[in-house]
């Protein structure tokens, strides 16, 4: 019998198999100047009772941005955005693929073989798979579906003849996500290894490219393994199936405690990209406003010699400089600025100026210029003990949760799928939705800064349930993947608050420590913005509330309580929030609420599974919600957006129905109801200097 760890371990690759994982240690919390900050402002940097616990005055969090990114914890590299300029070249390797799984009783024939050190198709049958998508449902094959262990991805490549011969120029390969270990081989050689489903990691290959007379062709080979272990995010374990009556010799399954469906393979772009070999590394904005001109301050890193220029230009959507600086960091000043505006709070949502950046640099090779263009929108965030801020004015969530899944594609990122889900959040009327459970693709939230949708940025730590998901392996794992996220994520205006997992056990005595960890480290990341986590815990028992500066609750009255009883929800609703902010003195937001509904099953009087069902247990929610909006309440966000694959089991009907919009994007009656709520909530509370108009439809009754 192979234990499973061998699942997810890799035979020797020439380092070793625990390189890059779980090797690190929780970095001090580094809050320094911030620390103190916080202690001056009544809160606290080390406890104290729940309500005041890591909790800034609003006006504070506005006014001191600046200076707490000052004494932010500083991470390792950049993670930019792969962008054309006059100084980068991309190249997409999307598209067909080979790919092979191993089926080998152990799931290491592939090293045991060495398939990367000669062409995948030489070690046996391999499949055209293509890229980005997830390996699941492409093919016609049970077991691929639900194979557990490592498959095999190949590209050849061939390389423009600069990018080779070129030693002034550096080459880059970018894989956009890889679920959920990754090992990368080029030219059979061992490049680059990552953990993590769902988060961008490249590698420098000029060494490898800028070699001999003419290496113009590049072999790229990835192994995949989708096992989840305890300590991985979202965690899973083994279970072998020892029943010899029952099970063959050797057989297991993967469990998992969350509900989508496991999805794996190379579920974004892979590409490569040059810039030169010195270079803007990475770029840190955050934004304040002062009286009526927009503050814009930048941190650049850059990898390069002692002798270098940068010349900084702020251009405004029309592409005329309105501000200038020099140097590695410094700040921008704009009188009259527009600012970046949530989608419905205001007529010019979601304005987006150009940070130009230009690097000059002496090298040995020559002089050496770079260029990077950084879109920046210019906004505050804050939260109050009753309500959330987007500069300076009360935000009220009225939006959706998402998945990243589609028939066929699974996970795979689909720019007309991604273009269609937007379309249908304009003419819904929502302003804002959570990457549940993990970091959707970077180019939906590039649509996000560009729409105006206000988004809570969720790491994938879904299904921590068990005592040791809150061990110091996991607890470490999960403080890097938050790196990673901060790191990616941090310049899109439309992220306005960080979560740290969905729905844990919160409850257990180790995740108060667990959750102190990871909240503090992630404020030490990013000082700017909200922290919070998503609880479906009591709220007299959660050990990890104390530490977030917003409440988010997810509750289920009438679906998994009370089955059928609509007549309870507002009562039971009302109690919920009510305990949840007198003993927190938080703003609340309804993180999840719905139904399960089959499109086209009708019932009079409701009953569950039908859409009348949904759209009865939907108005009695509304009606709790509308009791507490404007008091402490900021938010509501429907479970779910679209319905969604999950693992089969006899509760669940080709996966989870919850959806207002079937899986292949066409509305459920719950959808036209959710659209006149939120088109009214949008006209009611629109400021003077806004009027409320539908981007989709001209003649709409709400507007």
Partial sequence: MVPWAALHAPASTGRSARCGRYCGHIRPRSFCICSQIKLRLGGSAEGGDAGSMVRWPAVA????GPLLWGCALALQGGMLYPRESPSRERKSLDGLWSF?????????RGFEEQWYRRPLRESGPTLDMPVPSSFNDIGQDWQLRHFVG?????REVTLPERWTQDLRTRVVLRIGSAHSYAIVWVNGVNTLEHEGGYLPFEADISSLVQVGPLPFHLRITIAINNTLTPSTLPPGTIRYMTDASKYPKGYFVQNIDFDFFNYAGLQRSVLLYTTPTSYIDDITITTSVQQDSGLVNYQISVKCGSQLELDVRLLDAENKVVAEGTGTQGQLKVPGANLWWPYLMHERPAYLYSLEVRLTAQTSVGPVSDFYTLPVGIRTVAVTESQF???????YFHGVNKHEDADIRGKGFDWPLLVKDFNLLLWLGANAFRTSHYPYAEEVLQM???YGIVVIDECPAVGLVLPQHFSNTSVNHHTRVME?????DKNHPAVVMWSVANEPASYLESAGYYFKMVITHTKALDPSRPVTF???????ADKGAPYVDVICVNSYYSWYHDYGHLELIQLQLGTQFENWFKTYHKPIIQSEYGAETIVGLHQDPPLMFSEEYQKALLEQYHLGLDQKRGKYVVGELIWNFADFMTNQSPQRVLGNKKGIFTRQRQPKAAAFLLRERYWKIA????YPHSVAKSQCLENSPFT
């Fill in 61 to 64: 969090w506005v006014t001191l």
């Fill in 100 to 108: 092979r799984a191993d089926f080998s009783d152990n799931r290491r």
């Fill in 150 to 154: 490592w498959v095999w991805y190949e």
């Fill in 389 to 395: 801020l987007i500069n300076g004015k009360p935000f």
């Fill in 448 to 450: 996000c800064d560009r």
């Fill in 484 to 488: 990673e996220l901060v790191r990616r």
């Fill in 534 to 540: 998503v609880t479906n815990s009591n709220y007299a």
């Fill in 683 to 686: 006209n009611e509370t629109r």
